[in-house]
């Protein structure tokens, strides 16, 4: 008689939302919470991943507590240092489980063990190329001081070329008028929602730049883009015809902005960062952390 396969969790936390996945006795039970990035809202991330566990055990028929026993891999956005993924795991259910960015994840999902880079454009951004199993890094350092291209960033970028328009810098386009409608014509709303606005609330814009190809000031702010993804990719050294596998909801829409050389690479991921999770989860060691 067969065992049963081990019993898997894997967590996959952006900006915007954050999914959870079981693998046990054979089937595979999901669901969905709200956003979890450590960095900008550690109380509401930690909130999250008590929820979205509780959730996950209930659609599988389980208790809270018996996730203790699975050994879990979560990939979460703004995880620093090694110091805080290490707390917020002593505030969880889980005895076997490995905290880090969500980064790898991603990498491990769309690659699998082989080689090819990775345009990680979401919320925020990050790229990765992966040469005989090492991963090296760019980006994912948050909207302050960088998620170049991601849709945060273009979001907050529409919102500031709007105001130039406003103030006669720049032409006035379609777009700019639609911002300025949304915000009842008063630049100073604008500020106000900056001022306040986290990474998923500036990211709310980026399906109008994306849904908006023949606007100016949308065809602008992807082509910067598309300038600062060539530049990451020759950082890494990617070359065609490697492999290039484009993840997140915003990193598709560069595709026409972009050089045909790089354009061409483009191939599907053969999985998600659920996916990459749940491999990661199944590779640890079966001893619970201390």
């Given at each position: ?78 995880v ?6 290490a ?26 063990t ?15 190329r ?12 948050g ?15 529409l ?7 406003r ?27 900056a ?21 100016a ?7 910067e883009?598309?300038?600062?993804i ?51 989860a ?7 952390r201390?």
């Amino acid at each position: 008689m067969s065992s049963l396969p081990p019993s898997l969790i894997g967590v996959d936390g952006g900006g915007t939302r954050c999914r959870f996945a079981l693998l046990h006795h054979g089937q595979r039970f999901e669901v969905q919470g709200g956003p979890a990035n450590l960095h900008s809202d550690r109380t509401a991330a930690i909130a999250t991943l008590h929820q979205g566990l509780a959730a996950l055990a209930q659609s599988a028929g389980l208790a809270l507590p018996d996730l203790a026993a699975f050994s879990a891999y979560l990939g979460l956005a703004g995880v620093l240092r090694p110091e805080t993924a290490a707390e917020v795991l002593r505030q969880l259910p889980l005895q076997n489980a490995q905290l880090e960015d969500d980064r790898k994840i991603a990498v491990t999902g769309a690659l699998g063990t082989q080689d090819g880079t990775v345009l990680g454009i979401g919320t925020g951004s990050f790229f990765a190329r992966q040469t005989a199993g090492n991963i090296t890094l760019i980006g994912g350092h948050g909207l302050v001081l960088g998620d170049e291209a991601s849709g945060a960033y273009i979001g907050r970028r529409l919102l500031q070329l709007t105001l130039h328009s406003r103030d006669q810098l720049r032409p006035e386009t379609d777009l700019t008028r639609r911002v300025m409608a949304h915000f009842n014509q008063s630049p100073a709303a604008i500020i106000d929602f900056a001022a306040q606005a986290r990474p998923r609330d500036f990211a709310q814009f980026a399906p109008w730049l994306t849904d908006s190809a023949e606007d100016a000031t949308a065809r602008d702010i992807l082509r910067e883009g598309a300038a600062f993804i060539s530049r990451a990719l020759d950082a890494l050294g990617w070359q065609p015809p490697e492999r290039l596998c484009p993840v997140g909801g915003v990193a598709a829409a560069y595709r026409p902005y972009l050089d045909p050389r790089i354009a061409e690479a483009f191939s599907a991921p053969d999985g998600t960062a659920l996916d990459g999770a749940l491999t990661l989860a199944a590779s640890l060691p079966s001893e619970p952390r201390p």
